[in-house]
């Protein structure tokens, strides 16, 4: 008997990955929360049956949304990352000796204990002395902050269910004052393509501007999301997120990558018309 996993990217989309084994499924006070093993991406979690990570593809997602900030501001030290329960951001960030301290913030202890157990490949550096967990609501946290962070990521799921604070103009307004004065705001900023997430889209980038001086989108291709055009938000005090690349200093970290480079980071913030058509 098949097995297969099926996400509606919309009411007339389907994606679907066949399934060699349902490794791990428990209801959390939050989410049900799903791990499976297939051939094509390896093993993968799901939340509420949505996508979130897997072992094949993850790569892009954290690249994008960790190296971009981070060859921008070559002083960051303090970082929180606010959902991100699979790790792989945290990983990605750990790999700066710069960094001095990773506030990770998720709501759900079940996400974590399962990636931990299930997917090391992105779980492998929770460990770390830097790293300090919370298992709390971003959106309560973050008010708590005050011109702390140098660099703020929202790591976070769809904008329903506990996701949904996170996409608000409060925790948008919180997040701008949880950071200093050369802060950097990046978030997970869905897709332009099926219209449920290109509405998410657009009026999580109106909320942010009434806050952040400079914002810029950026793109990548993930398979495993709906459209597969995925979209990042780049929001600052200070810094612009192309002139403010310093390549060569970049390149000089020697940092090891399987997406990101400084050529691809300048490219994925020239959006398609018809995305920029949505965002005027
Ligand atoms: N890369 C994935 C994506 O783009 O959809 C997200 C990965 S990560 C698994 C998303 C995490 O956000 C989940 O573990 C979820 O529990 C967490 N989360 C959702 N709402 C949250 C909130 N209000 N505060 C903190 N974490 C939250």
Redesign the pocket.
């Known amino acids: 008997m098949e097995l297969w996993y099926t996400e509606e990217h919309s009411p007339d989309v389907r994606f679907s990955i066949r399934v060699d084994k349902h490794l791990y499924s428990e209801k959390s006070s939050?989410?049900r929360i799903d791990i499976m093993k297939s051939n094509e991406f390896g093993v993968f979690?799901t939340?509420d049956s949505?996508m979130?990570?897997t072992e094949k593809d993850e790569f892009i997602?954290h690249d994008m949304i960790v190296h971009v900030p981070m060859a921008v501001n070559p002083n960051i030290k303090k970082v929180l990352v606010?959902?991100?329960?699979?790790g792989?951001t945290v990983r990605e960030l750990t790999k700066y000796n710069s960094v001095q301290e990773i506030d990770l913030?998720?709501?759900?202890e079940m996400?974590v204990s399962a990636c931990r157990k299930y997917l090391p490949q992105t779980a492998c550096k929770l460990s770390e002395d830097r790293v300090n967990i919370f298992y709390?609501?971003?959106?309560k946290f973050v008010r708590k902050k005050e011109g702390y962070y140098d660099l703020i990521i929202v790591?976070?799921?769809?904008p329903f269910?506990?996701?949904e604070?996170?996409f608000t103009k409060e925790f948008y307004g919180n997040c701008y004052k949880a950071l200093n004065d050369w802060g950097i705001l990046v978030n997970?900023h869905e897709s332009p393509y099926y219209k449920v997430y290109a509405e998410s889209l657009k009026l999580a980038n109106e909320r942010i501007k009434q806050f952040f001086p400079i914002t810029k989108l950026y793109q990548a291709h993930i398979p495993t999301?709906p459209s597969g055009h995925w979209l990042f938000g780049f929001a600052s005090k200070k810094f612009d997120p192309i002139d403010g690349l310093d390549e060569g200093r970049w390149n000089n970290l020697r940092i090891k990558t399987k997406y990101y480079n400084t050529e691809l980071h300048k490219g994925s913030f020239a959006l398609p018309n018809y995305v920029k058509e949505l965002l005027s």
């Open positions: 939050f989410q979690l939340l949505l979130m990570v997602y606010i959902g991100g329960g699979d792989g913030v998720e709501i759900d996400v709390e609501d971003g959106l790591d976070s799921t769809d269910g506990p996701g604070g996170l997970q999301y």
